[in-house]
Structures are given as structure tokens and as C-alpha cells.
């Protein structure tokens, strides 16, 4: 089943004195339960395409059409958006991530409670609930960022480079929840990554860009295309 | 003057009716301010301050209630500053800063024009105790029961909106409609509170309180709680020692908002040097 239908998309930024096409022409289905790792140089337009999907850029042309609700989408995004003086405890922030836009009134149910203790404790953040987020390390904060994802229990989880400032230890840990997701709870998994070497482990499909698609098949297929030699 | 003279003070009614709507605006434009201040909108409250001074000398100039003048224009223009400054072709602060000398620039030729300046534009620029009727009194009532339930039933996503806005827009939730909302509820903290706090300063009450909080608090909640404090705090002291030594008001909570922040500041420094953590 597709969950995310993408149609001749562009994507171009109006800066002041010149427009800059960021995505030419892409076409993509992504189906229920895949892991699809996007890949690309800096610049390549996967940040676009992903925040495209999420409402965050414009749509020049084309569309993008979601066969589930927003609620069920989760993201975190490539660099932290919190401003680095803000005022707020991890608990705080993971709890917000249990927020939808469709419930009636915006409290928290006991629910909530629960299923942030359970993404914090996956996290490894059990015990500095009560910090200020600002006082934490950039790894730290990157897990912050995932619990607060997490916690929503959503249906398609959208990372962009999450695990740029992990730990080994941590990053292990991170593909490996991932993983559990994706498997044991069908979640759906759209990663940027530039870490080819688990992309090719976990994901289950590649698609490579540069403004255009130039590669979009399954990881086996792009194994096959790379020991060829072919060039992507 | 001694005690029992300072407790006297609060026989006269006027003194009553002040501060009543000053605690309860002190209350709301503290709330507010957490949420301006942590977006980098502080300003707001000036520009729209300014616009209420133009809306103060035109109600002069025809003879119309200040009140019914000042509100709908400084609530349309605090909505044409948001508008500009999220179309992203003119910035926050600029948005503000044309908005603000513009409004003070119209404001000071109708007030040449017509009467000059004289003690009322005085009152109003500056802040005057004598100001607040029993108008003022119900509607700083019904203003602060409004925001009071705002902050109540939508802290947590006011909370998300101002702590991460595109996280908030990618979970689906209806940004534009809570930054709207926030500007239209400083508009109307703002007209209320301009003509105890003076056009001049009633952004202070915005900025002030929760400036000082941040520098002790954590969390967020801890932020909303201690700027009300703080804000309801320096506000009774402040128009107590402006009653006692006869200057404008707005000057005089201004003055105890700075001597608090920089308490603030030491205790915090203090509690740093020595490792204590709250
Ligand atoms: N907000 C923006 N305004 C203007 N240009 C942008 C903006 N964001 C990205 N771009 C441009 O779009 C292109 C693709 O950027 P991005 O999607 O962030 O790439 P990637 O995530 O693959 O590194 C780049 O050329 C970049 O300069
Ligand atoms: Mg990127």
C-alpha cells in the first residue's frame, strides 16, 4: 500500500536576486513498512524532498499526496531547530512529541506520560529528564530529538542525517532501534544518511539523488549495480 | 510616610482601581512576553505601543473615547505586522520599526496640530495612576479571564510552537493560528495597559519579567510561573514608590524591573560560583 505519492515534483527556492532548483522532476511511491535510505552529496536536494513531503518547503510543481494523517508522521529534522537558549527540560520537550493536531483539547493523557517514559528510556536518556535541554551535549540533544519522535509512536518516521553527532555506541544502538521499528511495528522509515555501509545492512531500498532521482531500487539491486562497477 | 499612611493609600479608590488593572495586566503582557520574548517579538509590544500613542492623539483630536479609538487599530496593525513579517520579504524587526516611528511620527503632528502638548499627552506618553476608570477595571478582568484560559488550555501547544516551529508545522499544528493569537491578545494587553505604563514603556511589563526568569529557571513552566511572579511583584512595588514620590508610574515600575533583573543576575552568579543547582 502507498503511504506517500510524489508526482513530478520541483522544488525551487526563491532567494532574492535568483531562483535555485532544488528537485527536478521526481516521482516516488513509498509503500507501508519499507526502509528507504536516501542518499546524495550535500546539496543534492534530499533535505527538500523530505521537508516537501512534510509541508515545510513550497511545492513548485507537481504533488505530493499522503494517504495517512500528519499525526502519523514523525521527524527530526538535520539540525536542531530548538534555539539554543531555550528554557525547557527533556521532559518537556519529549513529552511534546506526543502531541496531535486533530485531539480535542491539548493535555496529555496518562498515555502520553507513558509512552515518554518508554522513548526516553529507549534512548538512553533515563536520568536527565530533568536537565535543561540547552546544557546538554550535541549528541545528547540528537537523542532529545529522537525520544521527542518516537514517543508518538507514529507510522513513518522521517530522519534527515540523524545519527551526524552520535557515539559509536549510540549510533549501534540507534539502527538497531530502528530497526525493532521497522520490524516489529511495521513503522516506516525514510532516512537520509551518508553512512553507505548501514544504509546497505538495514535499509531496505536506496534512492539516490541529485536534483533528479538517479538510482531508486532495493538494496540488493544497488549492491549488484555497485560490485559491477557500474556508476550511479 | 509611615506605614499606616502607605496602607491608607489603598483606601482611595483610584489607587484601588489601578492597581487592580495593573496587577492583572502585569499578569497577562508576562505570560505573553515568555512566549514574545522566546520567539525574538519582544518588540511587538513597542510597536504596537507606539500605534496606540497615534490612536490616543486622534481620540483626543475628535473626541472619542481613548479606548475605543486605540483598540481595533493597534489589534489591525498588531495582525499587519504578522502578516509581513511571516510573508518573509520584510523581517520582524523591521516590520516594527516602520510601523512604530511611523505611528509615533502621525501621532506627534495631530497632536501639534490640535492641542499642543499638554498635560494629558504628557499622562499618556509617560503613564499616569489617575487614568484607570471602572471601564478599564471590567475589562482588564475580562481580558486577563481570557488569557489566563488561553495559557491554561493551550499551554502545550503554545509551548511547542515556541520551542520548535517547524517540529510543530511538520506534526500538523496550525502555527500561523497561535502567532495570530498571541499578537491579538498583546494588542489588546497593550491598549489596556498604555495608559497606566505610559506609551513609552508599557513594553517593559512585556519584556522585563520573563527576560529576568530566564536567567534562574529550567524549564518552561518554571519560566511562565516565576515572570508572573516577578512582573506582579515589581509591579506593586513600583506604583507604590511612583505614588510615594510623585513620578509617572511607567518610570517607576520600569526602575524596580531593572533593580530585580539585576538581583536576579547576582543571586544567579552567586548560586553558580557556589554549585548550587535548582
Ligand atoms: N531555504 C533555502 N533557500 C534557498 N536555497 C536553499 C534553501 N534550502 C536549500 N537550498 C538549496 O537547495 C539545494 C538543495 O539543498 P538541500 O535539500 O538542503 O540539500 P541536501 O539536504 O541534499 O544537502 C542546495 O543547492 C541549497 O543551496
Ligand atoms: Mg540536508
Redesign the pocket.
Known amino acids: 500500500m502507498n503511504l506517500i505519492e510524489i508526482k513530478n515534483l520541483d522544488v525551487l ?1 526563491k ?1 532574492g536576486y535568483r531562483g ?1 532548483s ?1 528537485l527536478k522532476n521526481v516521482n516516488a511511491n513509498i509503500k507501508s513498512g519499507e526502509y528507504v535510505c536516501i542518499i ?10 523530505i ?1 516537501s513531503i512534510l509541508g515545510l ?1 513550497s511545492v513548485s510543481s507537481g504533488n505530493i499526496k499522503l494517504k495517512c494523517n500528519k499525526n502519523e508522521i514523525s521527524y527530526i529534522p ?1 539540525f536542531n531547530t530548538i534555539p539554543l537558549d531555550f528554557p525547557a527540560t527533556v521532559h518537556e520537550l519529549v513529552l511534546s512529541g506526543t502531541q496531535k493536531s486533530n485531539m480535542g483539547l491539548p493535555f496529555y493523557t496518562k498515555e502520553d506520560k507513558a509512552s515518554t517514559e518508554k522513548a526516553v528510556r529507549e534512548t538512553g536518556l533515563k536520568g536527565l529528564e530533568k536537565r535543561r535541554f540547552c546544557e546538554l551535549s550535541g549528541g545528547q540533544q540528537q537523542r532529545v530529538l529522537l525520544a521527542r519522535a518516537l514517543c508518538k509512536k507514529p507510522r513513518i518516521l522521517i530522519l ?1 542525517e540523524p545519527c551526524s553527532g552520535l557515539d559509536e555506541k549510540t549510533t549501534a544502538d540507534f539502527y538497531e532501534l530502528l530497526l525493532h521499528l521497522n520490524t516489529q511495528h511495521g513503522t516506516t522509515i525514510i532516512m ?1 544518511s551518508h553512512d553507505l555501509i548501514n544504509v546497505e545492512k538495514y535499509a531496505t531500498r536506496i534512492i539516490k ?1 541529485d536534483k533528479a532521482i538517479l538510482f531508486d531500487g532495493s538494496v540488493s539491486e544497488w549492491i549488484k549495480k555497485r560490485n559491477d562497477g557500474e556508476p550511479i | 510616610m509611615n506605614f499606616s499612611e502607605l496602607a491608607n493609600l489603598f483606601s482611595y479608590p483610584f489607587i484601588m482601581r489601578a492597581i487592580i488593572v495593573g496587577v492583572l495586566v502585569s499578569l497577562c503582557a508576562s505570560l505573553l512576553g515568555v512566549i514574545l520574548v522566546l520567539n525574538r517579538y519582544s518588540l511587538i509590544g513597542h510597536g504596537l505601543s507606539d500605534v496606540g500613542f497615534a490612536s490616543l492623539s486622534l481620540a483626543m483630536a475628535v473626541g472619542v473615547s481613548p479606548l475605543l479609538m486605540a483598540t481595533p487599530i493597534v489589534i489591525i496593525t498588531s495582525f499587519i505586522i504578522m502578516y509581513v513579517s511571516q510573508s518573509k520579504k520584510i523581517n520582524g524587526d523591521v516590520a516594527i520599526g516602520i510601523f512604530s516611528t511611523g505611528a509615533l511620527a502621525v501621532g506627534i503632528i495631530i497632536t501639534a496640530l490640535t492641542k499642543g502638548f499638554n498635560t494629558d499627552v504628557y499622562s499618556y506618553m509617560f503613564g499616569s495612576i489617575l487614568s484607570m476608570n471602572i471601564t478599564d477595571v471590567a475589562l482588564s478582568v475580562v481580558l486577563s479571564v481570557v488569557i489566563l484560559s488561553v495559557f491554561i488550555i493551550f499551554y502545550n501547544r503554545l509551548f511547542v510552537v515556541t520551542a520548535d516551529e517547524s517540529f510543530a508545522k511538520a506534526s500538523g499544528i496550525n502555527v500561523k493560528f497561535y502567532q495570530f493569537l498571541i499578537s491579538f491578545l498583546t494588542a489588546i494587553t497593550v491598549v489596556l495597559g498604555m495608559r497606566m505604563m505610559g506609551t513609552l514603556l508599557i513594553s517593559s511589563l512585556i519584556i522585563f519579567p520573563a527576560v529576568t526568569a530566564k536567567k534562574i529557571v529550567r524549564s518552561f513552566k518554571g519560566l511562565m510561573i516565576l515572570s508572573a511572579v516577578i512582573s506582579v511583584i515589581c509591579f506593586v512595588i513600583g506604583i507604590l514608590i511612583s505614588f510615594v514620590l510623585n513620578i509617572p508610574t511607567g518610570a517607576g515600575i520600569v526602575a524596580v524591573n531593572i533593580v530585580s533583573m539585576i538581583i536576579v543576575s547576582m543571586v544567579g552568579q552567586v548560586r553558580e560560583a557556589i554549585g548550587i543547582k535548582v
Not at chain 1, 546524495?40 to 524532498?49: E, F, P, V
Open positions: 527556492y532567494t535555485i532544488a546524495g552529496n550535500n546539496g543534492t536536494g534530499k533535505s527538500s524532498l521537508k518547503v538535520q534527515d537520509i539523488l
